[in-house]
């Protein structure tokens, strides 16, 4: 029997973006799925229902019914628990599904039976790129961070030569050099600021070179397991923070994008470094989701420290809702397209990529 594919409307706050666009439902109905979407789920990333009605999609007037019986159910984050309890036994579900973030959550997926593939815990290898969720909603956050601190500036980004005289371009600093932090590298570098940027891993700064940035030697290196970051000893943090603190007064603009997998984002800028910048200065803190990387951050507001703009924006890659979507779905369907076989369900787990990314964690 055709595999029957079913999405629900988001239902956290701020969300924006789906996790099925019209272009990959019809290519999982092209796959020999069934798919059934909740009326106006596409309605604040402007997909309409007529376009999945077009692309092969059934329209269901609620959650439950989009979700009555589905053998995979397709999500950006998670379906609330009490709607997990509704799917079948042994049902699977795809997206950002951060179970150990609710303890209801867990207990949802673990006494429903359900396999949970949280896209958070994909390998990050090569094959995997296509399915990366972290990355292609980073990238929009990145992207979004810079357009935030332009707009909070009370300076132009680029250098200007008017008849009321030159105006020099703004500096902006980048901390961290992830997929958000160079894709803010290159954007700050497209509206014409001189951008400087640094991070604990020195693979970074050819990446950050090929941008058009400066890389910033703070005389840390702190490579850690997979390729990422480690936190910082006590040592290396004071002798970061301290060549950091002089830099900052020459700096007009802080993106930061710091994150160590798996714990709160470091705290690299204190408040005594903001006390030290320039009025007017503006810092953007993309971490602000888990923490912030700046001392005086708080999630969801900018606030005003001593004349120094502090913005902790959330739901970034949601405010890009358009492109976001895209590009999740896409990741989505990736990784939907190693479940299907012959038009049916099949759970391959010699495949790498499908056990090592599915929750509960199996064990061996
Ligand atoms: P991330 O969001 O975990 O962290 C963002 C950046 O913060 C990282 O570059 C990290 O080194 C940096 N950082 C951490 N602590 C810092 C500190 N104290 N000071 C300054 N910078 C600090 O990172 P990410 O964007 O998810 O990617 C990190 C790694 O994963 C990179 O090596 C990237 O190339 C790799 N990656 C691989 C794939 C793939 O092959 N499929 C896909 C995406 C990313």
């Not at 980073?138 to 300076?155: C, E, F, H, T």
């Not at 002798?239 to 603190?245: A, H, V």
Request: hydrophobic share 45%.
């Amino acid at each position: 029997m055709a595999v029957r594919i079913g999405i629900a409307r988001e239902t956290a706050p701020g969300e924006r973006r789906v996790a099925i666009t019209p272009e990959t439902c019809r290519k999982l109905v092209a796959l020999g799925a069934a798919i059934t979407v909740e009326r106006g789920l596409g309605r604040h990333a402007h997909f309409a229902d007529d376009a999945y009605a077009a692309a092969g999609a059934v329209l269901a007037d609620d959650a439950a019914a989009a979700l009555a019986g589905a053998d995979l159910v397709l999500c950006v984050q998670a379906p609330s628990p009490a709607l997990l309890a509704t799917l079948r036994e042994g049902a699977a579900i795809i997206g950002h599904l951060q179970p150990e973030a609710d303890p209801a959550r867990a207990e949802a997926i673990r006494t429903g039976g359900l396999v949970a593939f949280p896209l958070e815990r994909l390998p990050r290898t090569t094959r995997a790129q296509a399915m990366d969720i972290l990355s292609s909603q980073a990238g929009m956050a990145g992207y979004k961070a810079v357009l935030i601190a332009a707009q909070l500036a009370p300076r132009f980004f680029p250098m200007l030569t008017t008849a009321a005289g030159t105006i020099r371009p703004s500096k902006v600093l980048v901390i961290g050099a992830g997929v958000a932090g160079l894709q803010a590298v290159a954007t700050a570098r497209r509206l014409g600021a001189q951008v400087e940027c640094f991070d604990v891993r020195p693979e970074t700064r050819e990446q950050i070179e090929s941008l058009g940035g400066r890389f910033l030697d703070l005389g840390v290196s702190a490579v850690g397991e997979g390729g990422y970051a480690r936190a910082l000893t006590d040592e290396e943090r004071a002798e970061q923070q301290k060549r950091l603190g002089e830099h900052l007064r020459g700096i007009d603009t802080i993106v930061c994008t710091a994150a160590v997998p798996g714990r709160p984002a470091p705290k690299i800028i204190t408040a005594g470094m903001v006390g030290g910048m320039a009025a007017g200065s503006v810092i953007v803190d993309l971490a602000a989701e888990t923490g912030g990387n700046c001392e005086l951050t708080r999630p969801g507001e900018t606030i005003d420290a001593g004349g120094v703009t502090v913005a902790g924006p959330l739901d970034l890659a949601s405010s890009g809702a358009v492109h976001a979507s895209e590009m999740f779905a896409r990741n989505v369907f990736n990784f939907a397209s190693l479940l299907v076989s012959d038009g049916a369900l099949v759970l391959d787990w010699d495949d790498e990529l499908v056990a090592k990314t599915a929750w509960p964690p199996r064990e061996g």
